[in-house]
């Protein structure tokens, strides 16, 4: 009996971690941006569809669409770049109060459509001193099988032209 207990254990065990392992490293593309103002202003941009709205406000994108939700975790957009001919479409995954992270999952375009199999964007708001404060984004992904040559990856200049509109519009808004 222990025997066959032993053997089914390790047999859904194995499946287990061959169905949930992810034998592919993620690669990282990271930005880092000082702002001079708080961190609870800049997070009240990050936290929710503020961004992605100021953005499209601002003619960085040319339009977002929310497909479900309300700006909290569950909440899947649907973004569409210049000169309107590509989008993307993730979703929000993480949204912490306490630490100041947003992190979202591709689902659909941008590096997915061309070889990626995973995108995943972390955006993290740190509280340099009472005035001033960090924006970092980081863009994990990993690449699919047979697409290494090619080497596809995301660009980290969408996110870094994001958190450089945050910083102009806060710290305008903050001197006016």
Known sequence: MWKQFSLVFFVVFGCYMGVNSNPQPLKHLTNELEVHVPASKVWEIYRNLALLKLAAQQDLIQSVRVLKGDGGVGTVVNVTFHPGNSSYTEKFTV?????????TQG???????????????????????????????DIAYAVKKGFEAKNPKPSIQLVAALAQLVKNFLENKNHA
């Open 95 to 103: 949204i912490d109060d306490q630490k100041r992270i947003k992190v």
């Open 107 to 137: 689902l659909k375009g941008d590096c997915l459509a061309i070889g990626c199999s995973v995108q995943i964007i972390q955006f993290d708001i740190t509280e340099k001193s009472d005035n001033s404060s960090v924006i970092k984004s």
